[in-house]
């Protein structure tokens, strides 16, 4: 690994003027992802200004239409929350099926977003429950965040503060599991707003999150088998593209069943 310089800021405002005359920057938050990238050499930033501490990433509140969840909260404190379990039980669900103890106590949901993995749990819980990412700069629609592979709408030093998670009537994830690591094979979360509205996201199947516009129709129409036809299909020594098709749609109607019988 390549020589850095560790910040470790007291503010915000200091985390951002960190920034200020350096190139090559990067902000560390559990260092799940960030660290072993660096060891492997495949990113070398001189400088990490570690955030996690700041108050601001920190949050953990309801409101009466939102459940509020900062940057820096850890993945075992969403799945262990009471007050996520009762706001938005499949969230603490999907937290509580990321990796394995140790992650989840390093991980964050700020890191997990930022970082876009195509096989990620939060970026379909992200999705699915409607979510405003709120930054130091703006609040980005999750329609609008998460652009591919791996990438997102986020300028170089911007910050994610907090997740603001639109609270839905029923919702369920359903996840087949990678063995070794945890990580999605195929990962779908369904969330049911009122005025019959739906959303559906699925995770570990295409190069990035997306919404599936077909199964949102089935499940309003009743239909339990819609259509998945996409040009950037996963195919990797975990599961073929078609293997990951057929079991979006098991898991989908395993959602649906969970939702109904809830
Ligand atoms: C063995 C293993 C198994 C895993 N299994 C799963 C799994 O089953 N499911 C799953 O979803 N994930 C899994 N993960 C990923 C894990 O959950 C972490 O969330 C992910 O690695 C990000 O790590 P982190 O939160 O520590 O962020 P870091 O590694 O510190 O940062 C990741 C990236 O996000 C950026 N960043 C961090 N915080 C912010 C912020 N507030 N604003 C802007 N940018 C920011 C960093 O600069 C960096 O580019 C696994 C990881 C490991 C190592």
């Not at 850095?4 to 799940?32: C, I, P, Q, W």
């Not at 609008?144 to 994830?173: C, H, M, R």
Request: net charge negative; glycine share 6%; with cysteine.
């Amino acid at each position: 690994m390549n020589t850095f310089t560790y910040h470790r800021a007291a503010t915000l405002s200091l985390a951002k003027d960190a920034f200020k005359g350096h190139e090559n920057v990067k902000f560390l938050s559990g260092g799940m992802t960030l660290l072993p990238a660096m060891k492997h050499g495949l990113i070398q930033p001189e400088h990490l200004i570690d955030v996690t501490h700041l108050s601001e990433l920190s949050r953990l509140e309801e409101t009466a239409d939102h459940l509020i969840v900062g940057a820096a909260i850890h993945h075992n404190e969403v799945a262990s929350s009471p007050m996520v379990a009762k706001a938005i039980p499949a969230l603490a669900y999907l937290a509580s099926q990321i990796g394995d103890p140790q992650v989840r106590v390093r991980g964050t949901l700020g890191g997990s977003i930022a970082n876009n993995d195509p096989a990620a749990d939060y970026p379909a819980g992200t999705l699915g429950l409607k979510a405003m990412i709120v930054t130091d700069q703006r609040e980005i629609d999750a329609q609008d965040f998460f652009t591919g592979f791996y990438s997102t709408a986020l300028e170089e030093n911007e910050l994610i503060q907090y997740v603001k998670f639109a609270k839905p009537l029923k919702s369920a994830y359903c996840k087949l599991k990678q063995a070794a690591s945890g990580y999605a094979v195929v990962g779908i979360f369904i969330a049911v707003y009122p005025n019959h509205e739906v959303r559906v996201a699925v995770t570990g199947v295409a190069a990035g999150v997306f919404r599936w516009t077909q199964a949102e129709e089935a499940f309003q129409s009743e239909h339990d088998q819609p259509v998945l036809e996409r040009d950037d299909l996963i195919n990797d020594l975990h599961a073929s593209s078609a293997y990951r098709v057929n079991m979006a749609k098991v898991l989908f109607r395993r959602a649906v069943q969970q939702i109904k019988n809830s």
